[in-house]
């Protein structure tokens, strides 16, 4: 496995999964019932990566995240991230790996610290693994999802500093 | 003074306060340097009020409030809101005016809270005004705003829940 900036041509292959996540209704407060086009203008934007295997015509995506500055002008300091992970690559440290490839991201391009605005409380492998990479949870705005399996859940707004 | 709906006429006087407001480096992480149909697009969408005095020919717009859902899809229960009052115009209650409407405005819509992502804590008019108003500091993001004269300084999320 390897991650790669994205380009264009992958959003076919990011879609399918960016869509089944969204829609499942547990972990981004994305629009809903979204068309590819309409979704590729939420993500493709900023700095886009891919997590892929294989080579040439065999690579597969696994997933992929988007990063860039949480806020214009005088928030432009501090960082944000979005991550997917594709159903069928779950379990073999995909996002992991984004994770560790955001935060050296984020330092390389001199970033003071990464915000995560809208943690899903009850998304506690998101939660876990933000907070082994060091972030933490600075509060939780209750009951702002509609987890479609717990109901009305909190939004935790998670943040690491970057030294 | 009164507060009603802002039309597309109003903008040339909003501008103004708006621009000087966020060029002052104190209070918003909007981008800098926009010109006046730039500025536009990031006010003048969702539900947009201006606080006014005099009639006719003779009104002048002393402040505005947008507002409307915090996120999209499974977020979109959460409200959220962004001031603006004219220099000229300050220390005369048009803030506390503008708060009431948005608060009673996002009750009579039926959403279940509103969420302040961004109140800089040095702009401690702000933080104190929407106390009095129920909100409360959910947490705070460090050295999140480049404050022009107290340098980085943190950002409030603050929460208020809607019966």
Redesign the interface.
């Known amino acids: 496995m390897r991650i790669r900036e994205a380009t264009a041509d992958d959003w076919p292959q990011i879609y399918p999964f960016w869509s089944e996540i969204?829609e499942a209704?547990e972990t981004?407060?994305?629009?809903?019932g979204l068309v590819s086009d309409e979704a590729r203008e939420m993500w493709m934007y900023d700095h886009v990566v891919v997590a892929v295997e294989g080579e040439g015509e065999d690579e597969q995506i696994l997933g992929s995240a988007k990063m860039g500055p949480?806020?214009?002008?005088?928030?432009?300091?501090?960082g944000t991230a979005s991550f997917m992970v594709s159903s069928a690559a779950r379990g073999k440290g995909i996002g992991r790996a984004l994770g560790d490839y955001c935060v050296q991201w984020h330092r390389d391009e001199g970033f003071?610290?990464i915000?995560f605005?809208?943690v899903v409380e009850t998304n506690t492998t998101a939660v876990r693994l933000w907070q082994s990479l060091g972030f933490e949870?600075?509060?939780?705005?209750?009951?702002?999802?509609?987890?479609?399996s717990h109901g009305?859940v909190g939004?935790h707004?998670m943040?690491l500093?970057l030294g």
Chains 1, 2 share one sequence.
């Open positions: 969204v209704g981004y407060a994305y629009p809903l949480n806020r214009p002008g005088r928030g432009s300091h501090i003071h610290g915000q605005n809208a949870i600075i509060g939780t705005v209750p009951d702002a999802f509609d987890s479609r009305r939004l707004v943040y500093p």
